[in-house]
């Protein structure tokens, strides 16, 4: 299934996958909110989506997604500008591929995708293991993101249906993982870490 919201990407990306008899087309789409309405109702193995999808964005659809059971991988195909693969991957597409580069490149990247493989052509691995913000917990991500906006432990307790006690243990993981002494530390860490992408 394909989701971008240029129509002339969308229908040109169409022809492409309707011509490769390695893939049947399912559906295309194109916003977020159609794509995840659409998965929902039918099974689809592989799904390219723009990072920029309108309205809810690549980002956001790729974090719905992963809670869902027969959710289908995602590849994002973008812009190679900066940190956008990285911040893919980060999301949990499972692929990633360029739009500078040849309609082979994407095919390809959907095959092998299919196949169980991560396919991100523009990430040096080494740089992945500095970054602490890969260390963490789906939990650990919720609970820095929900920090992040001021809330309280009693607010956050309220908002993540947990005690504050749990609270407090996943707060306590999150400084260690970032290397933080408190909240603010760990706010200020969030924002400059989600800068580079340009993602805010």
Known sequence: MLADGNPLVLSAMSEIFERDPRFSLVATSATAEGFLGMVMRVPVTVGVIDWNLPALGGAKLIEVLRDQEQAPKLVVYGEDARDLPRLAMTAGAAGFAARSGEVEGLLTTCAEVAAGKMVFPFIDVRDLQTDPMQTLSRKERVMLEALSKGLTNRELS?????????????????????????RTQAIAFYYSSRMPGGDT
């Open 158 to 182: 309220a908002e993540l249906g947990i005690s504050t006690n749990t609270v407090k243990f996943h707060l306590s993981n999150l400084y260690d993982k970032l290397s933080v002494k408190n």
